[in-house]
């Protein structure tokens, strides 16, 4: 890949030690082959992910993360046969797209997850993002680092979507909106005249929400310590808004807000104690949905006499077990009919102010920022 007429310039955010910050930089990009597109990024989400690979969890240095991200279609390699240059496209998860779990319609749990997503895969025929230097950048983060002006995607992640909605803010469809609206959905299963209580009422929490009143759950009840989320919960359909800190006992509140319990429960925080009322909130025969990331060492809060006298089933729930290319388009149809509000979730950043969106993320303050270009 020495031919420079194979690259194209961009820009993009680098990650080049753990802790950050990213450095937005000129980088040289190799045009798409085989099964991959070259995207001209629109707009770009920040997930807690983006925070926990910048932090340390293990991915290859230096680096561009990203991975919610969405634009237009500038080239395609000679194997893609659904996009061409000037569609429109989402960018989700990667998959290997051949395992069995891909084959059966559930990619989020294909075999080849980790190294796919998490840094470890590999561009066409050596393709490369170089630096200014000239030296190699690890990209293909979750099939996209899309922290730049352009992301090399592929096929299988690519989602095409209409023109009729605000391209610059449907890349967290890609990943953070899909899990928590997955998981209300696809996971639990939700439906008219049952009932949810989700713990945290962040940007997952918040579109399992909309995912439950999407499809018709009855009783929402969101549980969330702060105040102005918890209004905002209110504002998109819970029926309640319970603050964890101000109920004397917090699970006989979600039991009287639900009529006597939960039919499903969902983990946003990864945290034994919280996981342990959503155990006791919910109904014997229900589930309890859990997408928060725990600690390493962080124990089931319950005994398996717990679990079997209620028969709570405990359900762990990647990327809202979602096939992108079929979820995706099914959320923008719920949104062209007025039901999925996503938009209300989205605080737009500049490109430039990175650092800032990633800081918003980590303290809270903004539910779910879009780096808009
Ligand atoms: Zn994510
Ligand atoms: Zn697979």
Do not use: W
């Given at each position: ?61 230096p680096i561009v ?191 009287a807000a639900t ?97 800032e969106a990633l ?15």
């Amino acid at each position: 890949m020495n031919d420079t007429q194979d690259f194209i310039s961009a820009q993009a955010a680098v990650l080049r030690q753990v802790g950050g910050p990213l450095a937005v930089e000129p980088v040289r990009i190799s045009m798409p082959k085989g099964d991959e597109v070259l995207i001209r990024i629109a707009g770009v989400g920040v997930c807690h992910t983006d925070l926990v690979c910048r932090d340390g969890f293990p991915v290859p240095l230096p680096i561009v993360l990203g991975h919610e991200g969405s634009g237009t279609v500038e080239a395609v390699g000679e194997q893609v046969r659904t996009l061409k240059p000037g569609d429109r496209v989402v960018l989700s998860f990667n998959s290997c797209g051949h395992c069995g779990n891909c084959h059966d319609g559930h990619p989020s749990n294909c075999l080849q997850m980790l190294p796919l997503n998490f840094g470890g895969a590999q561009r066409v025929d050596g393709g490369q993002v170089l630096d200014g230097a000239g030296h190699p950048v690890q990209s293909m983060f979750f099939g996209q680092s899309s922290f730049g002006t352009h992301a090399v995607a592929r096929e299988i992640n690519a989602v095409k979507v209409g023109d009729d909605l605000p391209l610059e803010l449907l890349g967290p469809l890609g990943c953070g909106i899909q899990t928590g609206a997955g998981a209300a959905i696809n996971s639990l299963g939700i439906g008219p005249g049952q009932s949810l209580a989700i713990f945290g009422g962040g940007g997952v929490g918040l579109s399992a929400l909309l995912g439950a009143r999407a499809v018709g759950a009855d009783r929402v009840v969101v549980i969330e310590p702060n105040a102005a989320r918890r209004a905002l919960a209110l504002e998109l359909g819970a029926s309640h808004a319970l603050d964890p800190h101000a109920e004397g006992d917090l699970v006989a509140a979600i039991k009287a807000a639900t009529g006597g319990g939960a039919t499903h429960s969902l983990d946003t925080t990864g945290l034994p104690p919280v996981i342990g009322s959503a155990i006791a909130c919910t109904l014997p025969g229900g589930t309890v949905g859990m997408v928060g990331l725990p600690a390493p060492d962080a124990p089931v809060p319950a005994t398996l006499l717990d679990l079997l006298s209620k028969s709570v089933t405990l359900r762990p729930i990647t990327e809202g077990d979602a096939d992108p290319q079929r979820f995706i388009p099914r959320l923008l149809d719920f949104h062209r009919a007025g039901k999925f509000p996503f938009d209300r979730l989205i605080t737009r950043y500049r490109f430039d102010q990175i650092n800032e969106a990633l800081h918003a993320t980590e303290k809270g303050e903004a539910i779910k920022p879009v780096l808009v270009f």
